[in-house]
């Protein structure tokens, strides 16, 4: 009897023959079949793939789209963290406040682009992580399919068990594309999402700082270090 005959081994064999794909995705990118749905796309739209204009088309989306939009499941956000440096202070820790940080994800009910800012807060216990590495973190996370109510709940999950804080509190504040072309009166709509992971009553007050730092951005406290607000 041959392999193909026994459902069950055929099905082991194919699961771990199958080449490593991206943390999270369900298949590892098919670049051939992909810029072919695109073609097919832009033609059932009535355009034609042949204009020079449209020629390259579904190639630079297809990388748009393996490389930036979707490139977060291809990163373990907790890698994306990197290296995490012990808190050698006696003493109460100091809570960390950082806003600004870039946030560009796609909506999953349009393929469409939302964009705005992310800001975190964290109680540390034992480690910080390399400022520099959070717009990393949160990329890491915002380069999939993922409703941001989702996204904001995994950053900040993620983030507490990546940093073993006391508390960490995320809000995310984005202008969505699906809005704006589907209700232009509402182009300037924005979409403000916030959780909170670790101890509830610090991660409160953890949020409670994410807002004064907003209210008051050029205000700066000795203990919250701050990126430079995004414009
Ligand atoms: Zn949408």
Redesign the pocket.
């Known amino acids: 009897m041959t392999a193909a005959g026994i459902p069950g081994f055929v099905s082991a064999v194919a699961r771990r023959e199958r080449p490593k794909h991206p943390r999270g995705a369900r298949a590892p990118l098919d670049r051939p079949r992909a810029e072919d749905a695109v073609r097919s796309f832009l033609e059932a739209l009535g355009q034609d793939p042949a204009d020079p204009a449209l020629r390259d088309t579904p190639s630079r989306v297809v990388t748009a789209w393996s490389e930036v939009l979707l490139g977060g499941y291809g990163v373990d956000p907790v890698e994306a963290l990197g290296e995490t440096f012990p808190l050698t202070a006696k003493g109460p820790a100091s809570s960390v406040v950082v806003t600004g940080i870039p946030l560009l994800s796609m909506?999953p009910?349009?393929l469409?682009p939302l964009h705005g800012s992310a800001s975190l807060a964290y109680l540390p216990r034992r480690k910080l992580p390399g400022f520099g590495r959070l717009a990393g973190f949160v990329d890491a996370w915002a380069h999939r399919l993922v409703l941001q109510e989702d996204l904001t709940r995994s950053i900040a999950a993620d983030l507490q068990r990546a940093l073993d804080a006391r508390a960490v509190a995320v809000r995310l504040d984005a202008r969505?594309f699906?809005?704006a072309v589907t209700e232009p009166a509402k182009q300037d709509a924005r979409f403000i999402t916030t959780a909170l992971a670790g101890e509830g009553r610090a991660a409160q007050a953890l949020l409670s700082e994410i807002h004064a730092a907003l209210a008051e951005p050029r205000a700066s406290a000795p203990s919250s270090p701050r990126a430079p607000r995004q414009r």
Do not use: A, M, P, Y
Request: hydrophobic share 30%; glycine share 0%.
């Open positions: 909506c009910h349009h469409l969505h699906c809005v």
